[in-house]
């Protein structure tokens, strides 16, 4: 459907992981191996933290993104020291700009693999739920910008993790009413540009596939003379759906029905359970 990575850590090249990887996430575009389509070519997008660091920065392309040459060139100007990416497989929503990846809203990023399943039924029940106050921001048509604003209005900007556990509940016991079983399948990210919140999880406890690097400190030792890690730094992290190297050691996957949180060096992982309003 979707792939898609962030990173925090020293300010890295972006094309370090979108290009230059040996499985980089342009080569999932048109080869992802674990995901539920192997081509991902509906558009794409990248957001990224810089001065001033009030509102990310964004750059998304209907496109396919292994035929954009100014990403190309973007991706080789642009340091960051945090940035989410993400290339679109389109499935009941049209492919365009305001559909890309990532999504926005103040000094949050928003960028999802998965669907809310029987989107077009339940789509009016929870466009209804969300802020009167936010609503105006809405700008495309798919399910994973109405699950970010859902997110924002039950609290995102003060508790990430409970918020996107309130969403999710919304959203199972919306489809529910509708004769869905299993509404919702999802990895998804969040970030503010200080910290990254990731969850896998899905109704039927076969989510999209999702890892996150091992300790950096590990991997220097383990890899002394690769380039990449060294210029990462020891506190660097990477979340993605697919990893970007055959390396031993380098990726973990995370399990179903759970959370990681990013900030500061600090890695922290616990169950995610989605609890009512």
């Known amino acids: 459907m979707c792939r898609w990575l962030a990173y925090t850590g020293n300010p890295l090249q972006l094309e370090t992981v979108l290009f230059n990887a040996r499985h980089s996430l342009i080569d999932q575009s048109l080869h992802s191996r674990l995901g539920y389509t192997t081509t991902n070519g509906d558009g794409f997008g990248i957001g990224w933290y810089g001065e001033p660091t009030d509102i990310p920065f964004r750059y998304r392309c209907i496109q396919p993104a292994w035929s954009d040459r100014n990403l190309r060139e973007a991706a080789r100007a642009i340091r960051a020291p945090l940035f989410v990416a993400h290339v679109r497989s389109a499935t009941d929503t049209p492919s365009q700009e305001t559909n890309c990846h990532p999504f926005r809203h103040g000094r949050w990023l928003f960028a999802h693999n998965g669907l809310i399943r029987n989107y077009p039924a339940v789509r009016r029940d929870l466009m209804v739920m969300i802020d009167p106050d936010l609503f105006p921001s809405i700008e495309g ?97 990477l979340v993605l759906s697919e990893p970007l190297a055959d390396l031993p050691g380098w990726w973990e996957e995370i399990p179903e029905s759970t959370v990681v949180v990013a900030r500061g060096g600090q890695i922290e992982q616990y169950p995610f359970r989605p609890q009512s309003a």
Request: hydrophobic fraction near 40%.
């Open 141 to 237: 048509s798919t399910d994973s910008e109405v699950m970010f604003f859902l997110a924002l209005t039950f609290g995102l900007e003060l508790a990430p993790v409970t918020a996107l556990e309130r969403m999710v509940a919304f959203v199972e016991e919306t489809g529910r009413k509708h004769g869905v079983d299993e509404p919702l399948n999802m990895t998804v990210c969040v970030t503010d540009g200080e910290q990254i919140v990731a969850v896998r999880y899905s109704s039927e406890g076969q989510s999209r596939s999702l890892f996150h690097s091992t300790s950096f400190h590990h991997l220097h030792e383990l890899y002394p003379d690769d380039p990449r890690i060294a210029a990462a730094g020891e506190n660097a992290f």
